[in-house]
């Protein structure tokens, strides 16, 4: 029974992030980025609510947004855990650090985030890491030459964090 | 046209005279290279890859995305060639829902007839083992994801030629598919429903949706009365299932064959056709003559008035408010014919033979139906009517011509001209006599407002008064024609518009030619038929006059109001959530639900402003926690826009002037307290 004030502030922003780019359809991609720094996601009535603004079909924004890998259209967890699966790192055993990690954070098969919205694991194709490899990052933060021990770690010290152990 | 150079095709030379891509050179030189996603009128995409031919010193290249220059010499068929082109299709097939004898495409199926062609015998690449759901959401299209190729016509046709754009690509690579916004059913997106993208589909993964098994069952009751009308474009091109050419006027065999598989009463959709050149006619003149709102935009297509509702609400007061000659058919054929032959109208079915998809819809809006009955019961396509013929056995070429039923069997020339662009604006021209009062006759012919350009106009001058006449030919025209009009640049006083190109006789249930001229040709036959008849001006249509003498009173009467008019709403383009602005999670007493509407028409008239004011308003009143602040897209009210809805309630006209006085002082806050 809280009252989100910050969904306020983050719709204001919006309108905010359209105004600077421009209202043409080449300032999509900018504007869909900034969008998904304030929201962690993009919000399917965002996205419409952009293409009303752009004058745009709604189809092709959401095209745009579904093409490339780093927009995501569900709400991604506080830690986004990206697991290098790149060829170094795959030929290194970066499944092995993806498995250990789903299964420490208990995430059912399909789910990538944590119902509580606190973790979001994915593999991406390459950190450009490679000589540290296999390579994780969480957040903004790498780490190098992972092992599965080292992974639930990395893992339990922010579970840590958040009070859950 | 110049010809500005040679270039050499398997070793023919061949001229070019202005081919804007060499597949075009190609085709010219009657070499038949296969393609999937090319269609001269929309867009080269280059996506199908079918289309490669080995140009010296190029290499391989998509002949479609290439622009032919002078010395060029290029080769059409050579072992690689051929190899691409059956990798190529293994691939596609590889992916493709392959029940090819239940597909509704079988035999029209661009993948079939080239897999055919050539000879793919067996797949290397297995079958995909994944399933998308089918769309059956809508009353005029079905979309079967499982049997798409992505070759984007769909997409090119929705954006560039009806400026719609409802269809793209969505996700990437392996995942890949086409389809509406937010992977929705088509029913809960902008899709006007003309059909358009199922005319170019080569595949089955875009059809019209069929209901020829609910007539067959009609027609096998013996307590129904099945009544038929057949819309002008469909006697020009169902001949064309048969091996007819596109333009041959086969209306006294269709006349023929549907009494053959069993309907009752046989009648002509022209007949109200001249009825709605009366109606519209007249409504024209009282508008013209008392100030009302002008130009007056047609109503005869379904998909033109969806856009209208969705994209144009400010124009609904410039649609004449005349049902479609469908519709007037429907309501005559259940309100006044059942009466006068003694039948219950509940025993009454009307069916239509239309070249249209979005008739569809229009049949089964809610407007259309009385007492739960609905004026129009099921339409057909024309190439529906052509499967039930194929169906019955009975052989086309042996049929024998026969003449439509009485009274709503007789049509005019200028009802039957309806199916061509340009052909209601002709029909009221020819009738100007009758309806302004000119002394004399105008002409029959009008060429001006004839052919298949984007935009025509025509001028006449009757009593003085110079008349101005638009014609839009397609809905990116219609846009076109709309943004001038509403700048200042041209002033008129009908517009015309006809959702698909050429008019009805594109329409998207007309059969799929092979020809680059059918449209022409169904053209051409319309003019045809319509020299061919006695009577020309819908106003010495005798039967007409006699139902109005019956029924109807006089043109604009108010039992033709009743009977032949209807009302249009705005419509909300897609379906979905709203955005949360300020909102306190769970239910609690005392609080009040407000929701700023951020739709097109509320948006362009600042109504993010208005959202803006408020929520700053609240927050500074101290009431954030007793309001629940929304976005929201559309209340379908877009003519007040912009709209603030508070508790369930809408009302329009709301400025940021009025946030502290008319919304929060008169409207939020007597439910507070």
Known sequence: ?165 | MPINGYITVDNMKVPLEGEDNLLKVVRKAGIDLPTFCYHSQLSSYGACRMCVVEVERMGIVASCSVPPTDGMVVRTNTERLRRIRKTILELLLANHDRECTTCGKSSQCKLQELSERFAVSDLRFGKGDKRYAIDHSTPAIVRDPNKCILCGDCVRMCAEVQGVGILDFMYRGSKAMVGPAFGKPLAEVDCVQCGQCTTVCPTGALMLKSYTADVWKALDDPKKTVMVQIAPAVRVALGEEFGMKPGEIVTGKIVAALRRLGFDLVFDTCFTADLTIIEEGNEFVSRLKNGGVLPQFTSCCPGWVKYVEQYHPELIPNISSCKSPQQMFGSVAKKYLAKDMNLDPKDVVVVSIMPCTAKKFEANRPEFSHDGMKDVDYVLSTRELARMIKEAGFSWDDLEIESFDVPFGLGTGAGVIFGNTGGVTEAVLRSTQALLGAKTDTPIVFNEVRGLDGIKEAVVNVEGIDISLAIANSLSAAEKLIEEVQSGKKAYHIIEVMACPGGCIGGGGQPISADPEAKAKRARGLYEADKGLMIRRSHENPYVAELYKQHLGEANSHEAHESLHTEYGHRKRILGEDIKVMVTEGKREGMVDVAVCLGTSCYLKGSYNVLHALMNKIDEMGLADRVNLHGTFCFENCHESPCVKVNGEVKGYAGTEDVAESIIKDRILPILK
């Open chain 1, 1 to 165: 029974m809280t009252q989100d004030l910050s969904s306020a502030r983050k719709f204001e922003k919006i309108n905010g992030i359209i105004e600077k780019n421009g209202k043409s359809q080449s300032a999509l991609i900018p504007i869909l980025q900034a969008v998904q720094t304030e929201y962690r996601y993009l919000p399917e009535e965002i996205l419409t609510y952009i293409a009303t603004a752009l004058g745009i079909p709604a189809a092709t924004v959401f095209g745009v947004a579904t093409f490339y890998a780093q927009f995501s259209l569900e709400p991604k967890g506080k830690y986004v855990v990206r697991v290098c699966d790149g060829t170094a790192c795959h030929v290194r055993g970066s499944m092995p650090v993806y498995d250990a990690i789903i299964k420490r954070i208990g995430l059912k098969e399909g789910k990538f985030t944590t119902s509580d919205l606190r973790f979001t694991v994915e593999t991406v194709a390459c950190l450009g890491a490679c000589g540290l490899s296999p390579v994780l990052m969480v957040n903004d933060k790498v780490y190098g030459q992972m092992t599965a021990e080292a992974a639930e770690i990395i893992i339990d010290a922010l579970l840590k964090e958040e009070g859950l152990v």
